[in-house]
């Protein structure tokens, strides 16, 4: 499985920007998609998730109400819609795609997009 990010950029306090995750490869394996950010000098976090079955999402508790997860399976793409960006949202984000069955989960992950939220 292959993914590549794209959407990342520099944007002011209060904006919005949408990032876009397209999957690649063996994509029919693919159980569930998500985006993870990592700020310097942070653990990378998760932000949100959906499922590939039912489409259930989650996301992480500092950005519930301000980012939406959306996928379309026709492209094999996630999009992650931002909104309200605050200067602590800013970070390096990651697409990841979990491959496995019931007794393993195998991570893949892109390489990151740049999101910069000025004050």
């Known amino acids: 499985v292959q993914l590549v990010e794209s959407g990342g950029g520099l944007v002011q306090a209060g904006g919005s920007l949408r990032l876009s995750c397209a999957a690649s490869g063996s994509t029919a394996s693919i159980n569930g998609m998500g985006w993870y950010r990592q700020a310097p000098g942070k653990e990378r976090e998760l932000v949100a998730s959906i499922t590939s079955g039912g489409g259930i999402t989650n996301y992480g508790d500092s950005v519930k109400g301000r980012f939406t997860i959306s996928r379309d399976n026709a492209k094999n793409t996630i999009y992650l819609q931002m909104n309200t960006l605050k200067p602590e949202d800013t970070a390096v984000y990651y697409c990841?795609?979990?491959?496995?069955?019931?007794?393993?989960?195998?991570?893949?992950w892109g390489k990151g997009t740049l999101v910069i939220v000025s004050s």
């Open positions: 990841n795609a979990k491959v496995g069955g019931v007794y393993y989960v195998v991570d893949y």
